[in-house]
T-cell receptor, first 116, second 112 residues
Framework: SAVISQKPSRDICQRGTSLTIQCQVD?????MFWYRQQPGQSLTLIAT?????????ESGFVIDKFPISRPNLTFSTLTVSNMSPEDSSIYLC?????????????FGPGTRLTVL | AQSVAQPEDQVNVAEGNPLTVKCTYS??????LFWYVQYPNRGLQFLLK??????LVKGSYGFEAEFNKSQTSFHLKKPSALVSDSALYFC??????????FGKGNQVVVIP
């Protein structure tokens, strides 16, 4: 499986500001995703980060709020813009790795964001 | 639309006893099902997956899961629970292009 790192691991931010989260993979991967885990809740898919093109967002998530970059096959960033306390969550990136005949998704350690 | 249900919020089990975490799913087409575990302050770790073939799937740390198509279930099991198994467990179903829909998660507490 791929080794995935995220920066920062945690941050405390003021409302109205923006934070960019980085996701680095130790090997080239075709598919990368960003998820949000709100306190005490499950994971919700934000978007698919497409290399060389615009991200594909899930219902309820928009590019202006969560701009995503994917400049190459090993790196992606997620920006949480104009933050409010409701954005306090763990943000996780994931990658798909082909294992045997089927792809498996592996997750980074997450970025714990607190918005005051 | 795809969905995953994990009906219990918390599962309490005595150490050494069998552990079962329940999951039912709804998805169009053939189900690709996954179990992940999340330890405190750590990311999600992949446990096992069902794609096709045997209904009993074996995974990491002694866990296994049983796929039941007629009941649309994919329950996670471990014959003898350890205190170190205490964690948050998520069931997920794949949809679209490798996207995952997760259940709400189950907190497992193994009592010494």
């Amino acid at each position: 499986s791929a080794v995935i790192s995220q920066k920062p691991s945690r941050d405390i931010c003021q409302r109205g500001t923006s934070l960019t989260i980085q996701c680095q993979v130790d090997s080239q991967v075709t598919m990368m995703f960003w998820y949000r885990q709100q306190p005490g809740q499950s994971l919700t898919l934000i978007a698919t980060a497409n290399q060389g093109s615009e991200a594909t967002y899930e219902s309820g998530f928009v590019i202006d709020k969560f701009p995503i970059s994917r400049p190459n096959l090993t790196f992606s960033t997620l920006t949480v813009s104009n933050m409010s306390p409701e954005d306090s969550s763990i943000y996780l990136c994931s990658v798909v790795s082909t294992s045997g005949s089927t792809d498996t998704q592996y997750f980074g350690p997450g970025t714990r964001l607190t918005v005051l | 639309a795809q969905s995953v249900a994990q009906p219990e919020d918390q599962v309490n089990v005595a150490e050494g006893n069998p552990l079962t975490v329940k999951c039912t799913y709804s998805v169009s087409g053939n189900p690709y099902l996954f179990w992940y575990v999340q330890y405190p302050n750590r990311g999600l770790q992949f446990l096992l997956k069902y794609i096709t073939g045997d209904n009993l799937v074996k995974g990491s740390y002694g866990f296994e899961a049983e796929f039941n198509k007629s009941q649309t279930s994919f329950h996670l099991k471990k014959p003898s629970a350890l205190v170190s198994d205490s964690a948050l467990y998520f069931c997920a179903v794949r949809f679209g292009n490798n996207r995952l829909a997760f259940g709400k998660g189950n907190q497992v507490v193994v009592i010494p």
